[in-house]
T-cell receptor
Framework: KNQVEQSPQSLIILEGKNCTLQ??????????LRWYKQDTGRGPVSLTIMTFSENTKSNGRYTATLDADTKQSSLHITASQLSDSASYIC????????????FGKGTKLSVKP | EPEVTQTPSHQVTQMGQEVILRCVPI?????FYWYRQILGQKVEFLVSFYNNEISEKSEIFDDQFSVERPDGSNFTLKIRSTKLEDSAMYFC????????FGPGTRLLVL
């Protein structure tokens, strides 16, 4: 069964600190992996998208990695800001599927001053 | 920057009533989607729509759900006879290979 698992479930860090969020997936055939940021009560906003051949991608202070062999991804946030407080969702797309995305439950990040 | 919009932002309805959720996708996008997120749970795929027909749907998208593109801009999700368990946030999205999500409609079925 296609699944996406994320850890930790929640995380509290101090402003200015770095953090890394983890994602494991069992989706086949794999097409791409995305990280989304979702503010409470809002729609997900795309941060990065990586295909099978990409093992790292950056978007400002966000850097995602992908290991397609071990089916693991991480999202590293550098120099966190209060506005980074949100849920970060790992989403995997299966090849040949248009829009049928498999979502993780997300990691709820709280950045404290 | 163009964005997906949804109306209403909140809807409260009685069990058994019909609801229509509306979405205006990004104007040059050809693929449209509906997702839902029950409170505290994962976002779940409902349906994808392309060229005026459903291209893929999940097990959740049963006969009580339907989608329509009534004109050149709107994309709607109809729930014919709402159940308590339909209470959720419903997200519309558009795009191909990279979905852009709307802000969602929070549906509460009483």
């Amino acid at each position: 069964k296609n699944q996406v698992e994320q850890s930790p479930q929640s995380l509290i860090i101090l402003e200015g600190k770095n953090c890394t969020l983890q994602c494991n997936y069992t989706v086949s055939p794999f097409s791409n992996l995305r990280w989304y940021k979702q503010d409470t009560g809002r729609g997900p906003v795309s941060l990065t998208i990586m295909t099978f051949s990409e093992n790292t991608k950056s978007n400002g202070r966000y850097t995602a990695t992908l290991d397609a062999d071990t089916k693991q991804s991480s999202l590293h946030i550098t120099a966190s800001q209060l506005s980074d407080s949100a849920s970060y969702i790992c989403v995997v797309s299966a090849w040949g599927s248009q829009g049928n995305l498999i979502f993780g439950k997300g990691t709820k990040l709280s950045v404290k001053p | 920057e163009p964005e997906v919009t949804q109306t209403p932002s909140h809807q409260v309805t009685q069990m058994g009533q019909e609801v229509i959720l509306r979405c205006v996708p990004i104007s040059n996008h050809l693929y449209f989607y509906w997702y839902r997120q029950i409170l505290g749970q994962k976002v779940e795929f409902l349906v994808s729509f392309y060229n005026n027909e459903i291209s893929e749907k999940s097990e959740i998208f049963d006969d009580q759900f339907s989608v329509e593109r009534p004109d050149g801009s709107n994309f709607t999700l109809k729930i014919r006879s709402t159940k308590l368990e339909d209470s959720a946030m419903y997200f519309c999205a558009s795009g191909q290979d990279h979905e852009y999500f709307g802000p969602g409609t929070r549906l509460l079925v009483l």
